[in-house]
């Protein structure tokens, strides 16, 4: 597994949690990475999206204010670090690399795009 997200767990509403995607010895073909999440008997979704060349990022309507990914200087490791949180964010989150190429927007969090995934951490917030 060349992806390995933690920082999981369960937070009352209005509560933080930061997520780490440990990338360590993984080989990028794309200079970018992505979060998504999954509630039961939904679809997955994209959360957040980060291009390493310069920081730039992009954020779903629903997370925008209150969750912000980030990545070390080596890219071995992207945060997302999340505040006020809602009953309604709660999923498993994944990270996921190797979009079939660098889009910015909002075909940035299209999953199916990306090729190498985590196995996902989960996070309830009741």
């Known amino acids: 597994v060349q992806l390995v997200e933690s920082g999981g767990g369960s937070v009352q509403p209005g509560g933080s949690l930061r997520l780490s995607c440990d990338a360590s010895?993984?080989?990028?073909?794309?200079?970018?990475m992505g979060w998504f999440r999954q509630a039961p008997g939904k679809e997955r979704e994209g959360v957040a999206f980060?291009?390493?060349?310069?920081?730039?990022?992009y954020y779903a309507d629903s997370v925008k204010g209150r969750f912000t990914i980030s990545q070390n200087n080596a890219k071995n490791m992207v945060t997302l670090q999340m505040n006020s949180l809602k009953p309604e964010d709660t999923a498993m989150y994944y990270c996921?690399?190797?979009?079939?190429?660098?889009?910015?927007?909002?075909?940035?969090?299209?999953?199916?795009?990306?090729?190498?995934w985590g196995q996902g951490t989960q996070v309830t917030v009741s």
């Open positions: 996921a690399a190797n979009p079939s190429r660098v889009i910015f927007g909002s075909l940035s969090l299209l999953p199916i795009r990306y090729k190498d």
């Open positions: 980060v291009y390493f060349g310069g920081g730039r990022t």
């Open positions: 010895g993984y080989t990028y073909s794309s200079n970018c």
